[in-house]
């Protein structure tokens, strides 16, 4: 198992960037493809971007393809989400998960999560 702490949420205004952090606990941190969910109160989490084990591989959410970008560096056992012209529609709490099952989509494969951070965009 790893412990996966969010950081780096925060609130800007349309247009703006943020970049995210998440850092895992433990010595199994390249064993799980990662990825980041977002949530926004009364709607199911949703699946923002995912990155292999290796970090080679890369799935965008259509929403946020050209904006985030993702990435990971298994010596730091830390992955980050840079995010640019962030939206008002990009407003959530953002959570990063690990999958042992590999490079995934579904928020069901996902058994290892962070508690979260919000980020909040302003019009």
């Known amino acids: 198992q790893v412990q996966l702490v969010e950081s780096g949420g925060g609130l800007v205004q349309a247009g703006g960037s943020l970049r995210l952090s998440c850092a895992a606990s433990?010595?199994?941190?390249?064993?799980?493809?990662m990825g980041w969910f977002r949530q926004v109160p009364g709607k199911e989490r949703e699946f923002v971007c995912a990155?292999?084990?290796?970090?080679?591989?890369?799935y965008y959410a259509d929403s946020v393809k050209g904006r985030f970008t993702i990435s990971r560096d298994n010596t730091k056992s830390t992955m980050n989400l840079q995010m640019n012209n962030l939206k008002p529609e990009d407003t959530a709490v953002y959570f990063c998960?690990?999958?042992?099952?590999?490079?995934?989509?579904?928020?069901?494969?996902?058994?290892?999560w962070g508690q979260g951070t919000q980020v909040t965009v302003s019009s």
């Open positions: 990155i292999s084990r290796g970090g080679l591989t890369t």
């Open positions: 433990g010595r199994t941190f390249s064993s799980y493809a």
């Open positions: 998960a690990g999958s042992k099952s590999g490079l995934r989509r579904d928020v069901n494969e996902y058994d290892q």
